[in-house]
């Protein structure tokens, strides 16, 4: 049997240096679906057949391989309106696992616990678990955090919720700006000397930062947006990583949903999803970008596939160490995501495909103000670290 790849993720992929008003810390209190999931033993079963269609990869040079596509997991408890049944979303991640899909990556719940649960440990022999730190909370802010001993307790009190000994790759969700991206990494080279993790990774991380913290310690993963209309990773991270030999990561592959419907994924927005607030969504907008979603949704009718499968399928084309991890609720969009494994794109494909998502083509940020990417990333020199 093979070995799934499950990411217990302490934070969403949209970290928010300042909570905007319209969400609240409160509505980020769900039960960690992960965590329940491990006791249910259906996930033990043999998969060797259901694996046979999701090939694997090398993710980064360091030892980890993964299959080539993951789970995003955000939208089952958070950010994407109220939480989904968790019969529901517990059914959909077994699903999942039972496919070879690896990387399943899940929003835990802020309340913290020290229960071991035995029955994850007949899991865990079948997983290998990724798993995030990189912000402290209190009642109604967070704060982003890269001190040492804030990566030791936060490494400690996820293998304690997971009641694990090892955390198999364990991400720098987001870079704090305060701290020397090397004193950082040094915390997280001694949990790797301790045998408390096995691989390293960062999040929405420039390429300067990527090389100064790959320096310290061998970096396995990156995690980054990027999509047909998230595309200026291209111009430094992507080359960066490629040299140093670090597997990449993408989330959002999807356009948070409008490569899946374009601009019918706003007709039903409930209360509390974030992409009413997201500038690439608003009506001034919209209207612009959904000329893309409709090149896109004529050419997958060409190719006899779904737009979302096209669009997935060119961030397969961008090459085998890219495993991006499109997000769902419904195990019938998790199969139509594996579907987009099958979708061969020929270079003038992939040329069409890139000329009509080209820079012009989209209208609005990926994310409004006060919430942190890569490009506010950058760290103070070592030399001006004082313990």
Same mark, same amino acid.
């Given at each position: ?264 994924? @706003? =007709? ?7 992409? /009413?607030?997201? !500038?690439?969504?608003? %009506? *001034? ?48 969009? @998790? =199969? ?7 979708? /061969?794109?020929? !270079?003038?494909?992939? %040329? *069409? ?35």
């Amino acid at each position: 049997m093979g070995r799934s790849n499950v990411e217990c993720s302490v934070l969403t992929s949209a970290t928010f240096r300042q909570w905007p008003s319209r969400l609240t810390i409160k509505k980020l209190r769900r039960s960690n679906l992960l965590d329940i999931a491990f006791k249910n033993q259906s996930v033990t079963e043999d998969r060797s057949t259901k694996m046979a269609g999701v090939r694997r990869v090398k993710l980064g040079s360091q030892g980890l391989e993964v299959s080539a596509q993951g789970l995003g997991c955000m939208g089952m408890s958070a950010f994407y309106g109220a939480p989904k049944p968790e019969p529901d979303m517990i059914k959909l991640i077994h699903h999942a696992i039972n496919a070879g899909i690896t990387l399943p990556r899940h929003l835990r719940h802020l309340r913290t616990t020290n229960q071991r649960d035995p029955y994850r440990q007949g899991v865990r022999e079948k997983v290998d678990l990724a798993t995030k730190f990189g912000v402290k909370y209190d009642s109604e802010a967070m704060e982003v955090s890269g001190d040492p001993a804030y990566v030791k307790y936060a490494c400690e009190a996820s293998l304690n919720r997971l009641g694990v000994d090892c955390i198999d790759l364990y991400y720098v969700h987001r870079i704090d700006n305060r701290v020397p991206i090397e004193i950082t990494m040094g915390a997280m080279k001694e949990l790797v000397e301790e045998g408390k993790i096995k691989y390293v990774g960062l999040s929405e991380a420039s390429a300067s930062t990527i090389r100064r913290a790959n320096a310290v310690h061998p970096i396995t993963a990156v995690q980054l947006e990027w999509s047909l209309w998230s595309r200026d990773v291209e111009e430094e991270i992507v080359p960066t990583c490629r040299e140093l030999g670090i597997g990449i990561v993408t989330y959002s592959p999807l356009g948070r949903g409008f490569f899946s419907s374009g601009p019918k994924v @706003l =007709e039903n927005l409930e209360d509390g999803d974030f992409r /009413k607030y997201l !500038p690439r969504f608003q %009506a *001034e907008n919209i209207e612009h970008n959904t000329i893309m979603f409709k090149k896109v949704s004529d050419m997958a009718a060409k190719k006899g596939c779904t737009p979302s499968q096209l669009s997935l399928a060119w961030v397969h084309h961008q090459g085998n160490d890219v495993v991006p991890i499109p997000g769902t609720t419904k195990i019938e969009n @998790l =199969e139509q995501n594996i579907g987009a494994l099958s979708v /061969k794109l020929t !270079p003038e494909d992939m %040329a *069409e495909l890139e000329a009509i998502a080209s820079a012009d083509s989209v209208k609005g940020g990926r994310y409004g103000d006060g919430i942190s990417t890569f490009k506010d990333t950058e760290t103070p020199p070592l030399s001006s670290w004082k313990a």
